[in-house]
């Protein structure tokens, strides 16, 4: 698969499985039941892999909804084709509605002067304006309070150009899924959505589960599940890791753009942060850096594969290029490489493998950002 089909352009790029793409998507709509959905989350160009082209995929896998964080998120599901339900996970701006009336775009709504302005446009248009109600159950972060969710619907249910699609929650520790904190949060969000029915509000989907929670724990799943991390096949916290096996989608690579062997002593990239400790060392250029998403504080601490085996990151990463050595030691003989030779910075070669994960760790962050950031200029190919 390395190299089958790579950019025209450029010695550096994405690939996405879209196998694995398939059979993860598959995997999380095999946890719910035949009345219970699937909402796909697939905002920041689906974490880094593609939003329309993963879309495609998990269209074709049976989600029934998709969720972005942005409108232009959104819109450009729409222009690419897409016709499920499409949520936006925050109250956009006033000045956001029109566009989203015109592209079926459904926002989550926590201010009453959002819901009536929605309202009164759609009206005009001579439309309804669907929307998800956010519910705020404990992580301070949007929706109306839990405890005012009444008081909410009251102030605008009486308006006939809106409609309550669906109403939800987000844990803030969905990984700790027998934790009180989350326990407090479902508790929270019952009877807010027990409050509304027996007040008759129409609440539509009911849904909380993220990746963490839809695996954790089946009681929470409502009327659908969304899952984000999990479909690019990475996992969310280590508790999910044993009971929930997810395929990595994507791999990044590149091919060697010059190769040398500078003198002992020799210093390598900015600052010379790396210096050739002995004879016969090679060094390696490859034409990834940290504008794309190669963090530069990974230099001199991470690894690529070459030909099955580690080789280090040697040097400060630039912004669109970084080194590795090839050393030759009594323990073990490498092979020197050629311009243009595959190497790998996150994926599978032969037995050897470096992870999202192993890359988060070195950050300091998580495997969502390091996606997230090697989507952000290199190309992608489909395989
Ligand atoms: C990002 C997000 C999700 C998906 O979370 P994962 O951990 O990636 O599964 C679900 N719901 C909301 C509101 C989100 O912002």
């Not at 705020?136 to 150009?161: A, C, K, P, S």
Request: glycine share 10%.
């Amino acid at each position: 698969m390395i190299g089958r089909k790579e950019p025209a352009t450029r010695w550096a790029w994405v690939e996405i499985d879209q196998g694995a793409l398939r059979r993860n998507t598959r995997a999380f709509k095999n946890l719910l039941g035949p009345r219970q959905r699937l909402c796909c989350v697939i905002k920041a160009d689906a974490y880094g892999h593609g939003a329309v082209a993963c879309a495609k995929v998990m269209h074709a896998t049976g989600c029934d909804m998709f969720a972005v964080a942005t409108v232009l998120e959104g819109v450009e599901l729409r222009q690419g084709g897409i016709e499920e339900p499409i949520l936006v996970l925050s109250e956009p701006p006033l000045t956001a509605i029109d566009t989203l009336l015109e592209y079926r775009l459904m926002p989550s709504v926590y201010t009453s002067e959002f819901a009536l302005a929605y309202g009164e446009r759609a009206v005009s248009l001579g439309t309804v304006g669907k929307y998800h109600m956010a519910i705020e159950t404990g992580m301070n972060r949007i929706g109306v309070h839990y405890t005012e969710v009444l008081d909410f619907r009251r102030e605008i249910d009486f308006h006939r150009g809106i409609q309550c699609d669906g109403v939800f929650t987000h844990f803030a520790t969905a990984d700790e899924s027998s934790g009180w904190d989350y326990q407090l949060q479902r508790t929270r969000f019952d009877e807010a959505v027990g409050a509304l029915r027996d007040a008759g509000f129409e609440c539509g989907i009911v849904h909380c589960d993220n990746t963490a929670a839809s695996i954790l724990d089946a009681s929470s799943h409502y009327d659908m599940i969304r899952a984000g991390i999990g479909l690019y096949g990475l996992q969310p916290c280590e508790a999910t890791r044993p009971v929930f096996p997810l395929e990595p989608v994507m791999s990044v690579r590149a091919r060697v753009t010059r190769t040398v062997h500078p003198a002992m002593g020799e210093g390598v990239g900015y600052g010379f942060t790396y210096r050739v400790p002995r004879a016969r060392v090679q060094i390696c250029t490859l034409p990834v850096g940290y504008a794309d998403g190669l963090a530069r504080t990974l230099s001199n601490r991470m690894d690529v594969l070459y030909r099955g085996q580690r080789l280090r990151q040697v040097g400060n990463i630039c912004m669109d290029q970084f080194m590795v050595a090839i050393q030759q030691t009594s323990m073990r003989q490498m092979p020197e490489a050629q311009m243009g030779d595959v190497m790998t910075i996150v994926g599978r070669d032969g037995d050897a493998e470096i992870t999202m994960d192993e890359m988060a760790r070195l950050r300091g962050t998580i495997s969502y950002e390091v996606a997230c950031g090697f989507g952000m200029r290199l190309e992608k190919v489909y395989c």
